[in-house]
């Protein structure tokens, strides 16, 4: 399972997060809109102010932390290697998906510049990730009560 959810994770940054337009506006150039481009452009939210008055900084740097949950994943990873720290990486990766969910709340979910495929895989494979994680502790807490923790 922990495959299939590292697979997910890694497909989900070549899909496109948002449905944008066929074609761009008449003198700009077509935008490839995809995980890289959405998780430098979070980054960059959390460094500079929100640009204009009808965002409030609050929001926009919950915007930014959302990319930064990607930061999460290799550490848990990590954790996997290490045969570890399943119910902490679990968590986290949870806490990691409740945070993501808010682009339900902030971008329409119909119509043009709304979430697409690449939005809701990237979520299922933080949801899958925590699971798996959070299962794995479950099991090594029945086999060894003393390795519940780890």
Do not use: H
Request: charged content about 10%; glycine content about 8%.
């Amino acid at each position: 399972m922990m495959v299939a959810a590292l697979l997910l994770y890694v497909c989900a940054w070549f899909l496109p997060p948002l449905d944008m337009p066929e074609q761009p506006a008449e003198g700009s150039e077509q935008l490839k809109v995809n995980g890289p481009f959405v998780f430098r452009y979070t980054m960059m939210m959390l460094r500079i102010p929100p640009p204009s008055e009808t965002m409030d900084w609050f929001r926009w740097k919950l915007m930014g932390l959302t990319g930064a949950t990607n930061l999460v994943v290799p550490v848990a990873i990590v954790c996997v290697q290490l045969d570890r720290f399943w119910i902490i990486g679990g968590c986290s990766l949870l806490a990691c998906g409740l945070l993501d969910l808010l682009w339900m709340y902030w971008v329409p979910l119909t119509g043009k510049g709304c979430l697409s495929t690449g939005y809701f895989v990237w979520l299922a494979s933080f949801w899958l990730l925590s699971l798996t994680c959070l299962a794995r502790a479950w099991a090594r807490a029945g086999s060894n009560p003393s390795d519940a923790m780890c």
